[in-house]
């Protein structure tokens, strides 16, 4: 398994501001990803966090709006860009330790309010 | 494009019953098949994780079974308790493509269990 920290665990930001999210592993893991869990919804991938370069996005997802760095194996930020209220969510941010299995795990998330 | 289905979306049983939560797929090219439960406000907890060539694996009081050919899952609770009260989450990792480790999430089953 995995422990994995997010910060800030919540925030409430203005719109047209950005957010960086921060997510910390306690041990190098080989994949990690990013989810939006939009309020009474379930979880949509958002993008994988590519070690080295750039992520990979999902369809309806940009880079502009969710720039994403991955520095090394434990570490990886998702910025949300320019604000709107559409973005209230919690956005989370998941790993898988191995490939033996492709058990996922996942952080805490984050909060994230835009008024 | 894969689709995970869960019924019910919303269950409430007194303290003590056994009960059975339903996901269904419709690829049955699956690489793994993850169950998740979610407190309110919280990220998600991994319970159960079966891979494609399993049948079925057990924790506790939780039993998970696949059957890939009819692209079902169903998660089993043995003598419920009110610490159980959750959303349930079932996800699958679907084979191959860009989005190597992807879980899709079903939208969840929203259990209490009352005293």
């Known amino acids: 398994s995995a422990v994995i920290s997010q910060k800030p665990s919540r925030d409430i930001c203005q719109r047209g501001t950005s957010l960086t999210i921060q997510c910390q592993v306690d041990?190098?893991?080989?994949?990690m990803f990013w989810y939006r869990q939009q309020p009474g919804q379930s979880l949509t991938l958002i993008a994988t966090a590519n070690q080295g370069s750039e992520a990979t996005y999902e369809s309806g997802f940009v880079i502009d709006k969710f720039p994403i760095s991955r520095p090394n194996l434990t570490f990886s930020t998702l910025t949300v860009s320019n604000m709107s209220p559409e973005d209230s969510s919690i956005y989370l941010c998941s790993v898988v330790p191995g490939l033996s299995s492709y058990e996922q795990y996942f952080g805490p998330g984050t909060r994230l309010t835009v008024t | 494009k894969q689709e995970v289905t869960q019924i019910p979306a919303a269950l409430s049983v007194p303290e003590g019953e056994n009960l059975v939560l339903n996901c269904s797929f419709t690829d049955s090219a699956i690489y793994n098949l993850q169950w998740f439960r979610q407190d309110p406000g919280k990220g998600l907890t991994s319970l159960l994780l079966?891979?494609?060539?399993?049948r079925e694996q057990t924790s506790g009081r939780l039993n998970a079974s696949l059957d890939k050919s009819s692209g079902r899952s169903t998660l089993y609770i043995a003598a419920s308790q009110p610490g159980d009260s959750a959303t349930y989450l079932c996800?699958?990792?679907?084979?191959?493509?860009?989005?190597?480790?992807?879980?899709?999430f079903g939208q969840g089953t929203i259990l209490t269990v009352h005293p």
């Open positions: 041990s190098q893991v080989t994949m």
């Open positions: 079966i891979q494609s060539s399993q």
């Open positions: 996800a699958v990792i679907s084979m191959g493509g860009t989005s190597y480790g992807k879980l899709t």
